[in-house]
C-alpha cells in the first residue's frame, strides 16, 4: 500500500513538473517571439530611413519567411495641418483656414471662435484674454508657449467640442514644415485653401495616376509650384493668395515600421527629417 502511494506522488510530481517545463518553454518562446517581431519593426525603421528611400521604394515590405518579415509605411507629414504654424503670427488667412477645418469636425461658428481664442491665449507670451478666449483662473494656467504635444489640445479650455470627436488628431501635427504638402494632401485638406471640387477632383486624377492611389509608384510627380498651379488651372493672380500656404514635397515623413514574428507583432512610429528623428513611439 505504501508503495502505491510512493508511486502516485512520484507521477503527481513528474506531471507537475512536465508541466511546470511546458509552461517555461512557452513562456520563453512568446519572449523570443517579441524580441524577434521588434527586431524585425526597428530593421524596418533603419531600411526607411535611408535617404534614398521614399513610399515608392520597392522591396519596403519584407518577408524573411512564412512568419517573420516586416512592413512599412512612409507618408508626407505636410499632409496634415500644423497647428502650431496656422496660429504662428496671427495671420488672419491661417486662421481662417484652421476655422474651416474645426468646422469639418463638426464645430459651430460660436464654438469655432471660442476655441481659437482660448488656444491663442493658451500659446501667446501674455496674460491678456481675448474676448471668448481664457487666461489663467484658478487650477487653469495657459503655459504660453507653442504647443509641444497634440495631447496639450485637450487641456486647452473649450476644447471639448473638437477632442470628443473621435479621430480629431489624424490631420494634425505640429511637427510638419508648415504649408499643406501638394504632393500628398487629401480632398479634405485642398478643400480648405478654397479650391472647387472640380479642381480639386481633376488635381487628384493626375497625382495619382493610373490606379487612382496616392503614395504608389505611378505617382505623377510634380517639379515645382509653378507646375501644380498649371495642373489646378490657375492664373498667375489666383496662385499668388497661396503665397506660403502651400509646398511641393514637405521633407518631414512619417513613419510606421511593423515588425511580425509568428502571431507577435510590434510597431515603431517616428517622424523624421532625414537624418534628424524629430518622434520616436513604440
Known amino acids: 500500500m505504501l508503495v502505491l502511494w510512493a508511486l502516485i506522488l512520484l507521477a503527481a510530481a513528474v506531471f507537475a513538473y512536465a508541466k511546470w517545463i511546458q509552461a517555461d518553454i512557452q513562456i520563453h518562446g512568446q519572449t523570443n517571439r517579441d524580441l ?16 534614398l528611400v521614399t513610399e515608392k521604394t520597392e522591396g519596403i515590405d519584407e518577408d524573411f519567411a512564412a512568419d517573420l518579415g516586416f512592413r512599412v509605411r512612409i507618408s508626407s507629414e505636410g499632409a496634415k495641418l500644423n497647428i502650431n504654424w496656422l496660429i504662428q503670427g496671427e495671420d ?31 500659446v501667446d507670451a501674455d496674460d491678456d484674454k481675448r474676448l471668448n478666449g481664457q487666461e489663467a483662473d484658478g487650477d487653469y494656467t495657459p503655459p504660453n508657449r507653442p504647443l509641444q504635444d497634440l495631447e496639450e489640445i485637450e487641456e486647452i479650455a473649450n476644447s471639448a467640442p473638437l477632442t470628443r470627436n473621435p479621430g480629431w488628431k489624424d490631420q494634425l501635427t505640429i511637427l510638419s514644415q508648415g504649408p499643406i504638402d501638394m504632393s500628398a494632401a487629401d480632398a479634405d485638406m485642398l478643400r480648405l485653401l478654397g479650391l472647387g471640387e472640380g479642381q480639386i477632383a481633376r488635381f487628384l486624377q493626375i497625382r495619382r495616376g493610373r490606379d487612382g492611389k496616392d503614395e504608389t509608384e505611378d505617382d505623377y510627380k510634380f517639379k515645382n509650384l509653378k507646375e501644380i498651379q498649371s495642373f489646378l488651372g490657375m492664373s498667375e493672380a489666383q ?15 512619417r513613419i510606421i515600421s511593423e515588425g511580425r514574428s509568428a502571431d507577435v507583432t510590434r510597431q515603431v512610429e517616428v517622424v523624421a527629417r532625414k537624418p534628424q528623428i524629430l518622434s520616436w513611439k513604440e
Open 36 to 51: 524577434e517581431a521588434r527586431a524585425m519593426a526597428h530593421s524596418g525603421l533603419a531600411l526607411a530611413l535611408h535617404p
Open 92 to 122: 488672419p488667412v491661417k486662421l481662417d483656414i484652421l476655422k474651416r477645418w474645426l468646422e469639418q469636425h463638426g464645430l459651430d461658428f460660436k464654438q469655432r471662435d471660442v476655441f481659437v481664442d482660448c488656444l491663442l491665449d493658451y
Open 239 to 253: 496662385f499668388k493668395r497661396f503665397g506660403g500656404l502651400i509646398i511641393h514635397k514637405d521633407s518631414t515623413m
